[in-house]
Nanobody
Framework: QVQLVESGGGLVQAGGSLRLSCAAS????????MGWFRQPPGKEREFVAA????????FYADSVKGRFTIARDNGKNMVWLQMNSLKPEDTANYYC????????????????WGQGTQVTVSS
């Protein structure tokens, strides 16, 4: 079992940057693929980024490709989402999630979720 705690959200101006962190508990962290999802106000949750067990393979939503970077450190049980060139449409509650396999673009395949951290981008 994995418990996830996100941090690093906040208010930032358009064009700015934020780095979200996700701290995981449990000795089996390296056996989970990890992902970030977001839920904009009044909308459904959507995929943002994911990476493989080792972190060598990454996946991004088209809307964030080239602006966001996902990374992990299995020795520290940490996952990060570096967000650059932020836009107002990036405003959402961001969630870290752990998957034991499957289509990493789909939230259906994630078994553990954090509580979320709010990101607000002002224009």
């Amino acid at each position: 079992q994995v418990q996830l705690v996100e941090s690093g959200g906040g208010l930032v101006q358009a064009g700015g940057s934020l780095r979200l962190s996700c701290a995981a508990s449990g000795r089996t962290f390296s056996s989970y693929a990890m992902g970030w999802f977001r839920q904009p106000p009044g909308k459904e949750r959507e995929f943002v980024a994911a990476l493989s067990l080792s972190g060598s393979v990454t996946f991004y939503a088209d809307s964030v490709k080239g602006r966001f970077t996902i990374a992990r450190d299995n020795g520290k049980n940490m996952v990060w989402l570096q967000m650059n060139s932020l836009k107002p449409e990036d405003t959402a509650n961001y969630y870290c999630a752990a998957s034991q396999g499957g289509n990493l673009y789909s939230d259906y395949y994630y078994h553990y979720w954090g509580q979320g951290t709010q990101v607000t981008v002002s224009s």
